[in-house]
RNA sequence: GUGGCUGUAGCUCAACUGGUUAGAGCGCCAGACUGUGGAUCUGGAGGUUGGGGGUUCGAGUCCCCUCAGCCACCCCA
């Protein structure tokens, strides 16, 4: 035998298990569910994409994290950092066949060769909704409500939706005189939370050549807190000499005020005007959306509105709004929470295998079961009872079906619940019956088996 | 990409200041027990101590490089 080769992944890189695995589809069925109750469709695209459509927007530091590489033919391409730009360009392309507004989601792995860390990894999957084509700021507010309805449905209850516009902290630059350094400014301003007033006054000073009383001004902005009603008039007042400011204000309070209509709670919902979002694109309202009990994974679920994206790739006016959540980065957060299903089976019922004799039996029942859509696993070989029980225990089984030579001369089954710990007969001519108890019962009691919620 | 901490069996961790053949629990496989699961007992498999190089009579332990994980910066999902 030749020197073996050594099983590794890539820094950044994982691997799945069928336990992860599951939490993770689990997740994306439920992703799913939400964009399509809103009216979104499916789309995907390459995870290749020429080097220069990604590399036309979204600023230098996005650019430095792009994997990106010589194909064989001497192009130069690079794997997607996001799901927004390939969107922009999807739109530019095949908007005439598809009309406005153009509302899709898309589920899909992004790459960006930075460092990793808990929650952060260089493949990780995006699940993007954006509606293109509209300027209203309907789609700005469904855009809060599908957020809000995605993390509750994920079985998450304590979060804020943290939102901001553009346009407020564009008008306060302009009044100050710092519109050419927006982008410093802004990048400076978003870590307010993190390292605090000081140093991002420092940094503003030093890295945007702001004068101190410019970026106090800054601050003072963006430090208004409080009820968001009160936040929106003193915003209001500052920014009553600026158009752009004064039409920000406006937005957000339309916002908030929608969203709560809705039904989304006021503690979910918080206009920060320190969220300014480290992208370029964005150019309305932002959101970035942060778990109440772990913070420091940042945000799980961000977006906004990019009104001149696509006009990087066609002359048309495409205005667009949508958010992205990060689904790993929330798969970590649950599992540090505790949040995620514990079961390795998709499986409701291990088929006991007890004599090969009796195989016919087995595979005849397992149909009928599955054909009324209970997910049915024969074990392969007539291992001892106990050794098959204990398999179906660990792995997370709800039910053992039991269909001995004993039973098998009555014409009846055994159906143990594990759970329980209790088992009970059923005929083997009413299969019908068993399938509707099996499902029955694991329909009650959804979601995660550990029953808990965040 | 920069800096710091860490890296021993599938998992969680031991192994005095460098000292003989690197141990335990859990898990896995098998048996006690060819018909009843979170129990007990017995046995077994599983390690070139992340990888490579160096210092030394001798390295899991010290040094360098590399890979990976975590943390901070940066940025972000």
């Not at 036309?56 to 730009?85: A, I, N, P, S």
């Not at 509606?131 to 998450?156: F, Q, Y």
């Not at 902005?221 to 500052?238: H, K, M, N, S, W």
């Not at 390795?344 to 006991?352: F, I, K």
Request: with cysteine; proline share 5%; glycine share 8%.
């Amino acid at each position: 035998m030749a020197e073996r080769i050594k099983p590794r992944t890539l820094k950044g890189f994982r691997d799945y298990l069928p336990q992860a695995m599951l939490a993770r589809e689990q997740l994306i069925d439920t992703a799913r569910e939400v964009f399509r109750r809103y009216g979104f469709a499916p789309i995907d695209t390459p995870a290749l994409e020429y080097l220069e459509i990604l590399t036309g927007k979204g600023g230098e530091e996005t650019d430095k994290q792009l994997y990106k590489f010589q194909d064989h033919g001497g192009r130069w391409v690079g794997l997607r950092f996001d799901l927004t730009v390939p969107l922009a360009r999807f739109a530019a392309q095949h908007f005439q066949q598809l009309g406005t507004p153009l509302k899709r989601y898309h589920i899909a792995p992004v790459w960006r060769g930075e460092n990793t860390q808990r929650g952060r990894y260089r493949e990780f999957l995006q699940c993007d909704f954006d509606t293109l084509g509209s300027e209203s700021l309907t789609a700005d507010i469904e855009t809060v409500l599908v957020i809000h309805d995605l993390l509750r449905a994920l079985g998450l209850e304590e979060f804020t939706i943290r939102v901001n516009n553009r346009r407020v902290l564009n008008g306060w630059l302009e009044l100050l005189g710092l519109k050419d350094q927006a982008t410093a400014v802004l990048r400076a301003l978003d870590k307010l939370a993190k390292v605090g007033p000081e140093k991002v006054i420092q940094e503003m000073i030093q890295r945007t050549g702001a004068t101190p009383h410019q970026a106090q001004e800054v601050l003072r902005l963006a430090q208004i807190q409080g009820p968001t009603d009160q936040v929106l008039r003193q915003a209001a007042e500052l920014l009553s000499c600026s158009e752009l400011g004064t039409q920000g204000v406006e937005e957000l309070s339309q916002l908030v005020r929608a969203a709560q209509v809705a039904g989304v709670p006021p503690q979910r919902l918080c206009v920060d005007l320190s969220i300014a979002r480290g992208l370029d694109y964005y150019t309305g309202t932002v959101y970035e959306t942060f778990l109440v009990p772990l913070p420091q994974i940042g945000s799980v679920c961000s977006g906004g509105r990019y009104d001149n994206l696509v006009e990087l790739y066609s002359p048309e006016h495409l205005p667009g709004v949508g958010a992205s959540l990060g689904l790993d980065r929330l798969l970590a957060a649950m599992e540090e929470l505790g949040l995620l299903p514990q079961g390795a089976t998709p499986a409701q019922v291990l088929l006991v295998h007890f004599q090969t004799q009796d195989l016919e039996h087995y595979l005849q029942v397992a149909s009928a079961l599955r054909a009324q859509g209970v997910n049915v696993d024969l074990f392969p070989e007539p291992k001892r009872l106990e050794k098959q029980l204990k398999y179906a225990d660990r792995r997370g089984f709800r039910f053992a079906l039991i269909l001995g030579p004993d039973e098998l001369e009555q014409g009846c089954c055994q159906l143990k619940d594990l759970q329980q710990r209790s088992s009970r007969q059923f005929p083997l001519d009413e299969l019908e019956q068993l399938a509707q108890f099996i499902l029955q019962q694991c329909s009650q009691g959804v979601g995660a088996p550990s029953g808990k919620r965040l």
